[in-house]
Each structure stands twice: as structure tokens, then as C-alpha cells.
């Protein structure tokens, strides 16, 4: 039962979908020793990158459980950054040529380049290696949330990319130094703005609120505590020209600083001059010391990793000993989710294909699930990234633009939490998107190339294996046989008697020995066709 | 729910609106109003649209306290609306409007609008998230709950939906989001009552076929609430383009502006019949943390266009429902997570506050303002917040009430509380007739304390009518201390003594509430 649903109706009153009905697990972080296989390879996969193509599920066959964590954990370098993909810029950047040191340009042009920012950073994922690394990059930004239509300057909005990057396998303390100061984020929360003798408390309330302790039942940082936290904060700036943030020393409150019982009464002593900023290590240090800080990030974890309901058995089986982890190994990230990615709980049957994929996990997913080629010039490239961007932000995941600085609400918004991805307005965009690129003329110039994705099946000539071959991939839940039985006989075999499997064999053959003649290809294509479309428009696609 | 007749209504015929004290009430005369009224469809066919400001709107900025100019221009100097250009309102001195909201200003000088002041509840939330969840749910701010304040009334009238729904008694969505997110105040306690529309005429066709059973997992849970909504999306489209085509042509909505947008929508699907009760729609921005205003002119900058948009756009929606015969059956309210700090920080903006003003407009609200100009300290510091005045649960209950004509009892189940209720609507809406209650508090004295200030004690004294008698204490940022009285007294003068000494220095408000009225006694402690 979610620790924040109070019965505060009558208790007459009769909930029919309540967590109580579903069967509950107790399993812990304890290693898992149990069968490694597709089923928990697959699970794996699905849950660390963004959906999951035939050529990543071969890769990772050879590999132990532990091998195959350690390559899904491996952090990879910086990727090369946005380009003009635009056109004319004032500022000087040519076609081509990047524009993420330039000098800011008018609202017109930054609105381009926020645009190319997007798309780049969508083409990231479409093209991510087999590691988490775009993921943490995802769930970063869904924690220290900035919005490019409030920071307006693509420079920082960059800049503020490549922080989450840098440490998004690496130390949280780090990161959220490094984000306190990154200059996006000192335009998004008003830091550049807090000042002394009436301090801004923008960022200062965040900071404890949404990005350390949190606003759980064990959280009690006071009014007061935000008020110290936005007086140590007084007097950072950022610098436009050389994309930086400063310290001014002339705008820095050096009065004491104290804090509340939750925070051990600590004082932070007001220092001058450039010392000032130092106060900053000095209130990171208090606030890192609250246990409750590596609870609320891994219950983050957990809600985007594994499932929402954090239930009083994974409160105490997993979340507690896995903040554990995280706060005596110092913060690191990398240390956390290897414990959770190689636990029992998390290869627990109970717990697999419950998440409800996000507009991310739905839209790259199905990109790389398909192999979806792009463009190989920028132009090109760029413009089939945005379709894709478009989409997740039509169904309400709009990567640079989180609806509020809490992030999105699928993350944290009791009681529906994921399901509020799924509603009677996004759902039929997820079927319009996936049953345009199944179809002839794709979707925006992208196109699911049906028979291509048959071919690297084993045995795409035999309908029952192709349906089932076809399902393991593309589901994570099995199917009935009845289900089974109606998309090889109602779709593949046009409705034939159900015994004349020969029918779709015989047809697929005839196009492997003349891939060209069009009408054979035709064929075999309308029925992939609409094989896939049904089972993409299903309900069980949208789970992960 | 049962069907309500309209009450053929047999009071004197005065057409012409009464005016008590600024606050106007439209007694309807017999014949033309009511039989048509009465001849419509038996059932309420009552339409709610509400407007959420996300953001927390500064309301102080939004109704200006002219009584109080002196003390409102020295707590903001760098963001105060200058006097000459606040928006006037008829027969009412006390307030104007922000410059930008000459819409809403019409609206109310047309007798259209009821303005509700400082509306807030005890021990206010600073945080976006937790102050929204409260609104939204109807919430006490140290309690949980997972429905809706919508989504219970809802489900009395519709229990056990969405199971056999919709059906010939209610072919039509129960709540309707323009939006892609249903929000968290249409949650029943079975599945969200509302459902999410970007368009009224953009759906797209599912195929329907073999589902398998669901089984008793996490993964299964999750699959059937895909599957419902997949189904939920089919049953409703045609029901909502059928409205949709009806209105073949609307009035003009002002450009780029998305609440315009969504409210044009709105208009459509009540035009064109749907019998959806409840609307919400929603317009962002509202946190101005810095540069809320220009530096040379207060009367421009990011919060008056955030102003000016709703306020046009509301004016917009109203022209429209006129010309397509459909204003009748429409309220509309905003709201907002909470207003902001009385004192303006040196960004040229404001941080987190508590109670701000409402505003409510339709053909049958009654025209006024509802309750003082928020009380202000003599010199405000960083910490003081405006006093709530009324509850916002109080909102919602008169709205279901005089609107939706709900029960008391019912009323009780889905607030959780008695909350007061206040005259906002019509008496004739509902078929009530009600007489309106003196509601001024103007040179009445109706909560004092001596000594003021005081040390460690001071007696605090209220003249109340019959009824039930409510005192709250707050402090200075809106933090319930104290109720010393709650119970129903016979009329007369009370006192008690208010025992502070182990409270710390400062400012102290005594709440006092009897009936509809309230009024709100600064109190100061000192050493």
C-alpha cells in the first residue's frame, strides 16, 4: 500500500482497483542467483536503454549477469555537439558548424537552436550505445529539472546538458555542487538574481524540497531553513560571453547561517570576500549528512527503474538497504544500481513488466526496435530526430521542457503515477505514431521496414514461429494461445483455414528468391504490415 | 442524484438587480426566465468551468487594496500598480484590478462577476506540488488524499463509474481536461471521472478485438488500465464530435493565447450539448520569483500579460457562450496553489505566499466582492503572509451547492467538513429562493482584543449571531495555532482570554466566523 494513501474516506467506501488485490513480494537487494536468460536478459535490456533492437539481444547473449551490468554501467564520453542545422545565424556559425560556444542571438535564433538542441539530444538516444548512460542523462533531468523555455539561452542550456552527463554515473554530491552552479539552472531557479538584503528562495527551497531530502513523511526541513539555504546562496552570477557561472562577492549575505533540528542546529559561519562561495560546501555537507537524502533519490531510482508503489516490504527490503549502500559508498551512483540491477527483487517474476513505457521509452524505443534508419546528412538527420522529439512531447514528455520544476508528473504524482502517461488523449497518439510507420508511407518521412525486421527473426518462414519470435521481443508479457492463434490466422493467413500455414510459407519464399518483383513483395509486406500494427496497438506494447 | 424541477417562482417581480452594500443580487421576475428555464431539460444542465493559474498567481498585484493604498505601496515599492491606473470597479471602492484586466472589469461592471478575497486555509503549503495536490483534492495541508474534491462529487451522482458507462442516462464524459494530463482533482475513487482532450475534434479509431483475462500482478493491474482507456476513448469520441459539429461557427478568441484556445473548446462542446458538468482548463507562468513587473512602468511586464491573457480570454469565452445562447448554463472560477508574499524581494518579484482573492463569473453569479481588502501589517517583513479570509473548500461547497444544487448532507461527504457557505450564485439556479444576509462587516467590530498589543494575555471579545461560532488564530505566515471556538451559541457578546506566552513575538490574526460573515482582527504581540 503507497505509504501516502491515508484512508480518509469512510470506510465503507469500496475501492475496487486497490494495491491490496495484486500479489506483493518481500525480495530484497540480496544477489540474484536465479536463471539468467532471455526472459531476464530482455528485462534488463528494457528497463536500461530505450526499447531494445534484435542486434542488442544477440550481443548480449554471451554475456554473465554481472558482465552484462558492468557493460549497461559503463559511462561513455561526450558525444560531438548540436550544429547549425538551421541556416543563417547572425551570430556568425555557419551550416554545419556547431553553435554551442557562440554568442547568444536574438529570440528568434535562440528558438532554432533550442530546436536543434532537442533534436540533437533526441538523436543521442536514438543512437545510444548499450549502456544506461542517455537514461541516467533522462532521469538527471527529471530530478534537477531546468526548462529551455524559461532559461532561454541554448548556450546554457548545453552546458547544462554536459553537467548531467559528466556526472550522471558518477558522484550525486558532485552533481548537485556542479548543478547548484551550472548556469542554467542559477537563470531557472533565480540564483542569478538572489541577492543580499532580500534573498531570493527560488533554488533554495528546491534544493531541499526536490533535489536532497524531499518532501516525504520523514522530511522536516523548516520555512527557516529555506531561508538560511537562499542567504548562503546570494551572489552567484552567470557569465554570457564565456558560458560560466561567478561568484560576487559585493552580493553575498555573510551574515551566520543556522539551521534547523533536522539539519542537527549547524551554523554555517558567514565568510567575505571570495570565500563566500565555500559556504556551499559547507551547506552540502549538512544537508548530505540527513539520511533521508539517499532515501528520497533511491526511491527516484526505484520509481524509474522498477515500479511507483513503494510498499512498506520494498520501503524496508530494498529501499533502506540500498540508500545504505549509497550514502556509505560516499554517493556514488555507479555502486547504487549495480546493487539494484543485480538483486533479487529486481529479477523478482513478480516485478517484471509492470512499468508503463514513457513517451521516451515508447518513441526511441520503437526507432531502435526497429532499426528505423535516418538520414545520414545533418539536414535530414536533424529533422527525423524532431519528428520523434514532437511525438514524446505530444504525449506529454517534452525532453528540455518538463511541465514544472518537479519534473514530470508520471514520476511523482500520486496515486496514478506512470498511468498518467496513458490517458484518452496520448494513448491514440501512441497508436497514430506506431501504426504510421508500420504503414506504406511511414510517418513524417520515418518508416518501420516490416520485412527487414522479419528477416533477422530464425525462422520467419513458419507463421507460428513468427508470431512467437515477433511477440518476445516486442512484448513482455506472454499472450494467450487463443491471441496467438488469431494474428497467424486472421492476419497472416488472410483468414485461411488454420491448418494452411503453407500459405504465408510458401509466400515468404517466393519473395526471399525474387526480393525484387513487386508484387510478391507486396505480399508478404501488407500482412506484416498489419500483423505488427495490431500487436503494436495492443495494450500489453505499452508495457516495458 | 434525483432530477430537480425548477420551482415556479411566485416572489415579487423585481427585475431590477437589489444592491446591498456594493454586493448585487439578481431576483429574477416570474414569467419569461423561469418558464423557459422550467420547460428545458428537467435535469441541471450546469456547467463548471474552472481555471487553474499554475504557478501561484500573486493575488495582492491581481486586486489591488485602494483602502490601503499607503501600506500596499510601502511592502512592494519596486512592483506596487500605481494608484491612478488600478481598473475600477462599480459601486466598489475598496479594491480595483490589475491594469491589464479590462475583460474581467467589463464583466464585473456587467454584473457578472463575484470577486472573493483573501481565499486561503490553515497552515498554508509553500511548496508547487504539495499546494496544488490540497487544492485539488480539498485537503487539510497534514493530510493525504488520493480523490479529487471533483471526482467525489462525481462519483455520488455516478457511483461505480466507469463500470456501465456511459449509458443512456449518461452518454456524455462526466468531466472533461482540455489537455493531454487529467487533472488529479477529477480522481474517483475507482479511475480519474474526467477524461483528456486536446481538440474536439481530433480522435483517432481503435481496433477492437481478443483481449486476454488480466491476471493478479503488477504487470496485469497495469494492462487493464491501458485496456480501460482504450476503451474509454472509443465510447466517448462520438459523443464528443456529435456536440462538436453542432457549432458550426464561434466568436473571435484573441491570438496566441492557449487558455483562449482551450476555452474556445469548451464553448463548443456546451454549445453543442454535451452534458459534461465539469470543465478544467489551465495557463502557466504564475511564479514570478523576479522581474513580475517593468522597472518603469508596474502596470506592464510578465504578470500583467500573464493577467491580461486570462482576463481577455475569460471575456472572450463569455462574448462567445452569449452569442451561441449558452451562458446560462456556464460558471467559471480560477484558482490558484496559492498567492504570494505580501513584501516583494529585491528581483523585482515575489516568493510563496498563502491566500489571495478568487474570481468567479457567469450570467447567474451575483455581482460583488466577498469579504475585505487582505489585511496588511504596518510595515510588512519577509515572513508575513495575507490572512485567509475564507476557505477555498468554502468555494467549492457553495458552487455545489448553489450551482450544482447538492445536499447538505451529500455536501458533507465530499468536503469532509461543514464548510461555510458564501452567496456566490444566484438563489433562482438552483430553485431555492434565498434572501441575502447583510454580509458587511464595515464599521462593525465584530472580534476585538484588549490590549492590543499585548504581552502574555489579552482578552479577545466577538458579538456573534445564532448558529454555529468559529474563532482560528493564525500567525503571520498563515500557521494554524489555535481554534479556541468552535461551537453553535445562542446571539450575544463572548469573551475568553487568549493565552500567547508561550508564543513567540509578532503579529497574530483572530479569525471569526459566524454564519456567511467573517471578519479578521490583526492582533500584535509584544515583549
Redesign the interface.
Known amino acids: 500500500m503507497d505509504r501516502r494513501q491515508f484512508l480518509t474516506l469512510s470506510p465503507d467506501r469500496h475501492q475496487t482497483r486497490t494495491a491490496n488485490t495484486i500479489a506483493r513480494t518481500d525480495s530484497g537487494i540480496t544477489p540474484y542467483t536465479g536463471t539468467w536468460d532471455t526472459l531476464q536478459r530482455i528485462h534488463l535490456l528494457k528497463r536500461t536503454l530505450f526499447g531494445v533492437s534484435p542486434a542488442n539481444i544477440n550481443t548480449f547473449n554471451s554475456l554473465s549477469m554481472q558482465q552484462a551490468v558492468d557493460t549497461l554501467l559503463t559511462a561513455q564520453p561526450d558525444p560531438a555537439p548540436p550544429v547549425n542545422n538551421y541556416g543563417i545565424d547572425a551570430t556568425g556559425v555557419t551550416p554545419g558548424a556547431t553553435w554551442v560556444k557562440a554568442p547568444l542571438g536574438d529570440e528568434m535564433l535562440e528558438r532554432k537552436r533550442i530546436a536543434s538542441y532537442k533534436a540533437w539530444w533526441t538523436g543521442q538516444m536514438i543512437n545510444q550505445p548499450a549502456s544506461i548512460h542517455e537514461k541516467m542523462v533522462l532521469f538527471w533531468h527529471n530530478h534537477f529539472v531546468t526548462e529551455t523555455g524559461m532559461v532561454n539561452d541554448s548556450r546554457f542550456i548545453y552546458q547544462y546538458n554536459l553537467t548531467l552527463r559528466k556526472h550522471a554515473l558518477g558522484n550525486f554530491r558532485d552533481l548537485t555542487k556542479a548543478i547548484t552552479l551550472d548556469p542554467a539552472m542559477l537563470v531557472y531557479l533565480n540564483g542569478y538574481l538572489n541577492s543580499k538584503g532580500a534573498a531570493d528562495e527560488n533554488y533554495a527551497r528546491e534544493l531541499h524540497e526536490l533535489f536532497t531530502v524531499g518532501k516525504g513523511p520523514d522530511s522536516h526541513y523548516t520555512e527557516d531553513d529555506v531561508r538560511a539555504t537562499a542567504r548562503v546562496l546570494t551572489g552567484f552570477r552567470v557569465d554570457r560571453t564565456n558560458i560560466v557561472s561567478l561568484f560576487d562577492t559585493t552580493q553575498h549575505d555573510i551574515t551566520n547561517k543556522t539551521f534547523s533540528s533536522f539539519y542537527s542546529n549547524k551554523v554555517i559561519s558567514g565568510k567575505t570576500g571570495t570565500e563566500g562561495a565555500t559556504e556551499l560546501d559547507d551547506l552540502l555537507k549538512i544537508i548530505f549528512l540527513q539520511p533521508e537524502v539517499a532515501k528520497f533519490i533511491c526511491r527516484k531510482l526505484y520509481r524509474f527503474f522498477v515500479y511507483y508503489d513503494i510498499d512498506a516490504a520494498t520501503e524496508q527490503n530494498v529501499i533502506t538497504p540500498l540508500a545504505d549502500i549509497f550514502r556509505s559508498s560516499g554517493y556514488d551512483i555507479k555502486t547504487t544500481l549495480n546493487a539494484l540491477f543485480t538483486s533479487e527483487h529486481f529479477f523478482d517474476p513478480l516485478n517484471m513488466a509492470c512499468l508503463i513505457k514513457s513517451p521516451a521509452d515508447f518513441c526511441i524505443g520503437v526507432c531502435r526496435e526497429y532499426g528505423i534508419p535516418f538520414a545520414s546528412d545533418y539536414t535530414n538527420q536533424y529533422k527525423g530526430w524532431a519528428v520523434v522529439h514532437d511525438r514524446a512531447a505530444a504525449m506529454l514528455q517534452n525532453f528540455g521542457d518538463p511541465p514544472l520544476v518537479a519534473g514530470w508528473e508520471a514520476y511523482h504524482q500520486a496515486p496514478s503515477f506512470h498511468e498518467l502517461w496513458i490517458n484518452t488523449d496520448t494513448l491514440p497518439k501512441r497508436n497514430r505514431f506506431t501504426d504510421g510507420l508500420v504503414g506504406s508511407t511511414g510517418f513524417n518521412g520515418l518508416r518501420i521496414d516490416t520485412l527487414a525486421f522479419a528477416n533477422q527473426l530464425p525462422n520467419p518462414q513458419d507463421p507460428v514461429a513468427l508470431v512467437a519470435d515477433s511477440l518476445d521481443i516486442l512484448y513482455r508479457v506472454g499472450v494467450s494461445v487463443a491471441l496467438k492463434d488469431f494474428l497467424k490466422n486472421t492476419i497472416l493467413l488472410s483468414g485461411q483455414a488454420p491448418d494452411s500455414n503453407y500459405y504465408w510459407t510458401q509466400a515468404w519464399q517466393a519473395w526471399k528468391a525474387s526480393p525484387g518483383d513487386a508484387t510478391l513483395k507486396d505480399n508478404v509486406e501488407t500482412r506484416l504490415q498489419a500483423l505488427y500494427k495490431y500487436i503494436m496497438d495492443l495494450s500489453e506494447y505499452q508495457l516495458s | 442524484m434525483k432530477r430537480r424541477d425548477f420551482l415556479k417562482y411566485t416572489a415579487p417581480a423585481a427585475i431590477l438587480p437589489t444592491l446591498i452594500n456594493g454586493f448585487s443580487v439578481k431576483a429574477f421576475g416570474a414569467s419569461p426566465m423561469l418558464d423557459a428555464l422550467s420547460t428545458a431539460s428537467a435535469d441541471n444542465d450546469h456547467v463548471l468551468v474552472m481555471i487553474q493559474m499554475?504557478g501561484g498567481n500573486d493575488g495582492l498585484n491581481m486586486v489591488i487594496p485602494l483602502d490601503l493604498y499607503g501600506k500596499y505601496q510601502a511592502a512592494r515599492s519596486n512592483i506596487a500598480i500605481q494608484e491612478g491606473k488600478v481598473l475600477r470597479l462599480d459601486n466598489y471602492l475598496k479594491s480595483g484590478l490589475h491594469p491589464s484586466m479590462t475583460g474581467v472589469q467589463k464583466l464585473y461592471n456587467d454584473g457578472k462577476v463575484s470577486i472573493v478575497q483573501s481565499v486561503g486555509y490553515p497552515s498554508p503549503d509553500?511548496?508547487?506540488?504539495?499546494a496544488t495536490d490540497i487544492w485539488l483534492t480539498g485537503?487539510n495541508s497534514n493530510?493525504?488524499?488520493?480523490?479529487g474534491w471533483a471526482g467525489r462529487y462525481l462519483d455520488t451522482k455516478y457511483p461505480g463509474f466507469p463500470d456501465g458507462y456511459p449509458n443512456t442516462e449518461a452518454p456524455d464524459p462526466l468531466a472533461i481536461q482540455i489537455?493531454?494530463?487529467?487533472s488529479?482533482a477529477f480522481?474517483g475513487?475507482?479511475?480519474?471521472m474526467g477524461?483528456?482532450?486536446?481538440s474536439a475534434t481530433d480522435?483517432?479509431n481503435?481496433?477492437d478485438?481478443?483481449?486476454?483475462p488480466v491476471p493478479?500482478?503488477?504487470?496485469?493491474?497495469?494492462?487493464?488500465?491501458?485496456?480501460l482507456?482504450?476503451k474509454?476513448?472509443n465510447s466517448?469520441e462520438q459523443a464528443i464530435t456529435a456536440a462538436a459539429k453542432k457549432v458550426t461557427s464561434q466568436g473571435a478568441y484573441p491570438a496566441n493565447n492557449s487558455l483562449a484556445e482551450q476555452l474556445k473548446i469548451v464553448a463548443r462542446l456546451v454549445a453543442g450539448g454535451l452534458k459534461t458538468k465539469l470543465y478544467m482548463v489551465s495557463t502557466?507562468g504564475f511564479?514570478t520569483?523576479?522581474n513580475q513587473t517593468e522597472g518603469g512602468d508596474t502596470s506592464k511586464g510578465g504578470h500583467a500579460n500573464l493577467l491580461g491573457g486570462v482576463s481577455d480570454a475569460i471575456k472572450a469565452f463569455m462574448d462567445d457562450l452569449k452569442g451561441l445562447h449558452a451562458s446560462r448554463r456556464v460558471v467559471g472560477m480560477t484558482f490558484s496553489e496559492f498567492g504570494r508574499r505580501i513584501?516583494?524581494?529585491?528581483?523585482m518579484?515575489t516568493?510563496?505566499g498563502a491566500a489571495a482573492p478568487i474570481i468567479i463569473f457567469g450570467d447567474y453569479v451575483n455581482q460583488g466582492v466577498l469579504g475585505n481588502s487582505p489585511t496588511l501589517p504596518d510595515s510588512s517583513s519577509?515572513?508575513d503572509n495575507i490572512p485567509m479570509q475564507y476557505d477555498f473548500r468554502s468555494i467549492y461547497a457553495s458552487i455545489l451547492e448553489q450551482w450544482f444544487c447538492v445536499d447538505q448532507t451529500v455536501l458533507k461527504?465530499i468536503l469532509?467538513e461543514d464548510y461555510q457557505r458564501l452567496p456566490l450564485v444566484s438563489g433562482v439556479a438552483c430553485g431555492t429562493i434565498t434572501s441575502l444576509p447583510d454580509l458587511s462587516t464595515d464599521g462593525k467590530k465584530l472580534i476585538t482584543n484588549s490590549p492590543n498589543p499585548f504581552t502574555n494575555y489579552t482578552t479577545i471579545t466577538y458579538i456573534t449571531g445564532s448558529g454555529n461560532t468559529l474563532v482560528q488564530i493564525f500567525d503571520t505566515?498563515g500557521r494554524l495555532v489555535g481554534v479556541p471556538v468552535n461551537k453553535v451559541h445562542a446571539p450575544g457578546t463572548y469573551t475568553f482570554t487568549f493565552d500567547a506566552h508561550n508564543l513567540p513575538n509578532g503579529i497574530y490574526y483572530a479569525r471569526f466566523q459566524n454564519g456567511a460573515i467573517q471578519q479578521v482582527r490583526p492582533m500584535l504581540k509584544v515583549n
Open positions: 499554475t509553500f511548496s508547487h506540488f504539495r485537503s493530510e493525504v488524499l488520493t480523490t489537455g493531454s494530463i487529467v488529479p480522481q475513487p475507482n479511475a480519474s477524461i483528456a482532450i486536446t480522435f483517432y481503435l481496433i478485438g481478443i483481449t486476454d493478479n500482478t503488477k504487470w496485469g493491474k497495469e494492462l487493464e488500465y491501458i485496456r482507456i482504450a474509454q476513448t466517448y502557466g511564479d520569483h523576479a513584501k516583494s524581494n529585491y528581483s518579484g516568493d510563496h519577509v515572513i461527504s469532509r505566515t
